[in-house]
DNA sequence: CATTTAATAT
DNA sequence: TATATTAAAT
């Protein structure tokens, strides 16, 4: 019972990564997440948007024993972890995000933590529209970390994360008969939204940089190594 | 060297 | 748990 989507864009090879947004239940359909989930007095002292229809996706601000983060533009969701201990220290830049310059770990001002990447929900969106708009087959690492151009995502790290999403969608719509109810992709915080929500107001972070144009490569001179 | 996959480690 | 890391095969 594959129907084909409607207004067919002239793209053929990524509808399955479409069908996949497409076939997922709605938040009305079975979602108890919806929004009463926290009394609104600690809404409030979380600055939980709390939204009655549409996308209920709280801005979560606690990652950090500090929530002031703001960005304009693409923000790593990054996670102070702690309980370092010693081993070496590897240089690495830090993620210039408009003085979000959290130090993890102060001391000479010298910050180079392996942070353990947190996959939030816009992430996770830039990377399947990434995968999308690269086709099946074109959608490797490297090019998929190009696409996004997200400062500070590695390679491995989208290697990772697309190991568990091709495992993802091998299940759901792999064998004619996906044994048992469809397993939820379940990243780090939601699993699913919807692409978007043509009403209510102003938007939330959803990017678009993709579509008809190959936006200029700020990669600078990067030489393809071999 | 890059990618995929499985197994493993944190 | 979710993500990273490794090893082997391509």
Same mark, same amino acid.
């Not at 993620?95 to 001002?109: E, H, I, L, N, P």
């Given at each position: 019972m594959e129907d084909d989507d409607d207004a067919g864009a002239g793209f053929g090879a990524c509808g399955r990564v479409l069908e996949w947004e497409h076939g997922l239940p709605t938040e009305e359909e079975l #979602?108890?997440?919806?929004?009463?989930?926290? &009394?609104p007095t600690l809404a409030a002292a979380f600055r939980i948007d709390v +939204? =009655? *229809? $549409? #996308?209920?996706?709280p801005s979560l601000a606690f990652d950090c024993p500090v929530f002031a983060h703001n960005s304009p533009t693409s923000h790593l969701s990054f996670r102070c972890e702690d309980e370092d201990d010693e081993e070496e220290g590897e240089e690495e830049s830090e993620?210039? *995000? /408009?003085? /979000?310059? /959290? /130090?993890? +770990? =102060? =001391? *000479?001002?010298r910050a180079g933590k392996k942070a353990r990447m947190v996959w939030t929900p816009e992430l996770h969106h830039r990377f399947v529209e990434a995968v999308a708009h690269l086709g099946d087959k074109g959608a490797v690492p490297k090019a998929i970390v190009r696409l996004m151009n997200v400062e500070g995502l590695t390679r491995e790290n989208v290697a990772s994360h697309l190991q568990k999403y091709r495992i993802y969608l091998k299940r759901t +719509? $792999?064998?004619?008969? &996906?044994?048992?109810p469809p397993p939820t992709f379940q990243p780090a915080y939601g699993s699913h939204f919807r692409?978007?929500? &043509?009403?209510?107001t102003s938007s939330r972070s959803d990017y678009s940089a993709f579509s008809t144009s190959p936006a200029a490569t700020a990669r600078s001179s990067n030489a393809t190594k071999q």
């Open positions: #979602t108890p997440l919806s929004h009463p989930l926290v &009394p +939204r =009655g *229809t $549409g #996308t209920a996706f993620d210039a *995000t /408009s003085g /979000s310059g /959290s /130090s993890c +770990r =102060g =001391g *000479t001002g +719509r $792999g064998p004619g008969k &996906p044994q048992q692409p978007q929500q &043509p009403s209510d």
